[in-house]
């Protein structure tokens, strides 16, 4: 069964503008922790933000917020005022016990002028 | 700064040749990951390490891939008699812990391309 879900595999957005890239998760454990990566073109993976399962608000980090609905396995990535920069792949991660990371498929991100 | 570094950056090699690829952590980083990444999909988990112990093996890992991390520092990921399948990017990470975030810091890749 796919632990991560990311439904959308492009996305388009105007600059200045906020986009939600949705990630969807399965797990049964009670302790886990959620990422996002940012992935240019270049291929280095670039952490941006973790949401802890215990932590009850909502992660943020610059422009980078993280929407996270426990109740609905859910950890939507918000990116506010997108920059063209902002064009990459993002990857929803999660991590089940102590190291173990399973990442989704992926949502390209396009960032128009 | 002195961020995850692995080398080669790019192998060409030939089908049923071995390869060896190398992954330098943060220095203070205590754990070591492997992934591989295909086309249009997630890093897969390969392989992990704690100083130089390696604790988990993916099913992903056939016995053509064995990797070191001799001294709780570098790491080694070979690959022998290669497979056109095999072709891919190898990602290294590293992490600290005991951390209450667990975050990953990815290296570069290595684009492995089996002809």
């Known amino acids: 069964a796919q632990k991560i879900t990311q439904t959308q595999p492009g996305m388009f957005v105007q600059e200045k503008e906020a986009v939600t890239l949705d990630c969807t998760y399965d797990?049964?454990?009670?302790?886990?922790?959620l990422f996002w990566y940012k992935q240019p073109s270049s291929g280095e993976m670039i952490f941006l933000i973790y949401?802890?399962?215990?932590?009850?608000q909502n992660a943020t980090e610059g422009r980078y917020s993280l929407n996270f609905q426990k109740a609905r396995k859910s950890a939507n990535l918000v990116i506010s005022a997108s920059q063209l920069g902002d064009s990459a792949m993002y990857f929803c991660?999660?991590?089940?016990?102590?190291?173990?990371?399973?990442f989704g498929a992926g949502t390209r991100l396009f960032v128009k002028a | 700064d002195t961020g995850v570094s692995q080398d080669p950056r790019h192998k060409i090699t030939k089908r049923g040749q071995n390869v060896t690829f190398r992954c330098d952590p943060i220095s203070e980083h205590n754990r070591l990951y492997w992934y591989r990444q295909t086309l249009g999909q997630g890093p897969e988990f390969l392989t992990y390490f704690q100083n130089e112990a390696q604790l988990e093996k993916s099913r992903l890992l056939s016995d053509r891939f064995s990797a070191e991390r001799p001294k709780g520092s570098f790491s080694t990921l070979e690959i022998q008699r290669t497979e056109q399948g095999d072709s891919a990017m190898y990602l290294c990470?590293?992490?600290?812990?005991?951390?209450?975030?667990?975050?990953?810091?990815f290296g570069p890749g290595t684009r492995l391309t089996v002809l």
């Open positions: 991660a999660m991590r089940e016990g102590g190291f173990k990371t399973i």
């Open positions: 797990t049964s454990d009670q302790s886990y922790g």
């Open positions: 949401q802890g399962s215990y932590d009850e």
């Open positions: 990470a590293s992490s600290l812990a005991p951390s209450g975030r667990y975050e990953q810091f």
